[in-house]
């Protein structure tokens, strides 16, 4: 019988086969919401075999997505790229440069 060790210490994040942190989440989440999609097309009378078919194609992009996502970004990617879409690329200034120059002047003088 095969064991499958999730956590490997105290202070470490969650890792199982390689999926860390988030990703994890999302790959649980991902193939939980693909079940109900499944079940409910079922009910509803699509055909068995595009049921199958729907489900099979979509958790295997869900599996090659969320692994490529791991790869690329790492444990805290996902936050540093929210951070990084969030951060300004340029600050804009409208106020003249000679009025920070008086500001400081006087500033230097008292």
């Given at each position: 019988?095969?064991?499958?060790?999730?956590?490997?210490?105290?202070?470490?994040?969650?890792?199982?086969?390689?999926?860390?942190?988030?990703?994890?989440?999302?790959?649980?989440?991902?193939?939980?919401?693909?079940?109900?999609?499944?079940?409910?097309?079922?009910?509803?009378?699509?055909n068995t075999?595009?049921?199958?078919?729907?489900?099979?194609?979509?958790?295997?992009?869900?599996?090659?997505?969320?692994?490529?996502?791991?790869?690329?970004?790492?444990?805290?990617?996902?936050?540093k790229?929210?951070?990084?879409?969030?951060?300004?690329?340029?600050?804009?200034?409208?106020?003249?440069?000679?009025?920070?120059?008086?500001?400081?002047?006087?500033?230097?003088?008292?």
């Amino acid at each position: 019988m095969n064991t499958y060790h999730i956590n490997k210490g105290i202070g470490r994040t969650v890792e199982f086969k390689g999926l860390k942190a988030q990703y994890l989440f999302i790959f649980a989440g991902g193939l939980l919401g693909l079940l109900i999609l499944v079940m409910i097309m079922y009910m509803a009378g699509v055909n068995t075999y595009i049921c199958l078919s729907i489900g099979g194609l979509t958790s295997s992009v869900l599996i090659w997505q969320t692994f490529s996502l791991n790869r690329k970004y790492g444990e805290h990617g996902l936050m540093k790229l929210g951070a990084k879409k969030k951060h300004p690329k340029y600050i804009i200034s409208r106020k003249c440069i000679f009025r920070y120059i008086k500001i400081n002047s006087k500033k230097a003088e008292a």
